[in-house]
């Protein structure tokens, strides 16, 4: 590993060491008899625009994590690139069931709430990313799947949010009982939120997903979440062969098999179900860089298979580092012009 590099999703306990040294603030969460929703699930139906309308412009909402390192502002970003979304991250819990930014800051009141008002106010919107590899997660912290739709629930009502991404990371994605937890929760945000768009977010092998990876979309399946878009992140590979365009090619491939596979869908269907959130430049792998070509590669799949997600991780990291600077929290490690790997994706329509 590159310790240059802060990890794609250890960086939340990087940029919140302070809150981890807080004490616990949440009372813990009620339990129910079981983490599979009720037939119908309970709950009246919440007014969420239908996002039809912006489903391109959505599909290329690249990550940027405000509380990392030297964050551009969103709004020069837009200006500079043409790209109108962001997926923002990372939602975490503060000890308890109960959703913050980064485990320490509030949903509303603070610069997340201006900056997501800024973005808005400049013609574009956001989906809010929960998750990431480090810090306490909602899905483990909730102890049930009503009590996780309803933190859920929190997020999407503090921004009346068009578009949630769950990014589900380490224990979280090792434990089968989380798995269906996650699952079961996006079943009923996807019941008490009319055409609110979902995307689950995990890591992959070369290959496509992993067992645990297949075993999650195999849940969402069995329990009729209409997910829209099934998202790998396919870097940190610890050894693959030839250009990471083409190894994520391979592993988009694998985990179309897996969604045709577990759903039933059509060559076509999968394909639209399916997305990709690279990261652009030096990776966390020493060997291992992603380049302005392979994202060229990525936008070619995406164009021709019109799959539900083109993103990275991260907007942060887009543009060069200074003198003797090397990848990090903002700059790429490679030779670039400003934001030219957010350029590449902003090409792409859905």
Not at 7 to 22: D, I, K, S
Not at 304 to 314: D, E, K, L, N, V
């Amino acid at each position: 590993m590159n310790a240059a590099v802060p990890p794609r999703r250890l960086v939340p306990a990087l940029a919140a060491l302070g809150c981890l040294l807080l004490p616990l603030l949440a009372t813990a969460p009620q339990a129910d008899a079981a983490d599979a929703p009720p037939a119908g699930s309970a709950g009246p139906a919440r007014g969420v625009a239908p996002s039809a309308a912006a489903a391109g412009t959505m599909a290329v909402a690249p990550y940027e994590y405000l509380g990392w390192g030297d964050p551009q502002k969103p709004t020069d970003v837009m200006a500079a690139t043409g790209v109108k979304w962001f997926t923002l991250a990372f939602i975490l819990s503060d000890g308890g069931c109960n959703p913050t930014w980064d485990g320490s800051r509030a949903l509303t009141g603070g610069s997340d709430e201006s900056a997501i008002k800024s973005i808005r106010g400049a013609g574009g919107d956001v989906v809010v990313s929960v998750g990431g590899w480090s810090g306490n997660k909602l899905g483990e912290k909730c102890s049930s799947a009503s009590a996780l739709a309803g933190a859920y629930q929190k997020v999407i009502d503090a921004y009346h949010l068009k578009a949630l991404d769950i990014d589900i990371e380490d224990t979280e994605f090792s434990n089968a009982t989380v798995r269906q937890r996650v699952v079961s929760a996006l079943k009923i945000v996807k019941t008490n939120n009319p055409g609110i768009v979902t995307y689950v977010t995990m890591g992959t092998t070369t290959s496509g997903p992993d067992s645990n990876g297949k075993d999650l979309i195999k849940k969402g399946a069995a329990a009729g979440l209409a997910n829209d878009g099934w998202t790998i992140m396919p870097f940190d590979f610890q050894g693959h062969s030839g250009s990471m365009g083409s190894t994520t090619v391979s592993a988009l491939e694998g985990l179309k098999a897996a969604v045709k596979s577990a759903y039933g869908y059509s060559d076509d269907a999968a394909y639209r179900h399916i997305g990709v959130s690279s990261m652009n430049g030096k990776t966390d792998e020493a060997d291992e860089t992603v380049t302005t070509g392979d994202f060229q590669t990525i936008l070619g799949y995406a164009k021709q298979h019109h799959i539900a997600r083109f993103t990275f991780w991260a907007v942060n990291r887009d543009r060069q580092c200074g003198s003797g600077g090397d990848a990090g929290s903002s700059c790429s490690g490679v030779s670039q012009s400003p934001y030219a790997f957010t350029k590449i994706v902003a090409q792409y329509g859905g």
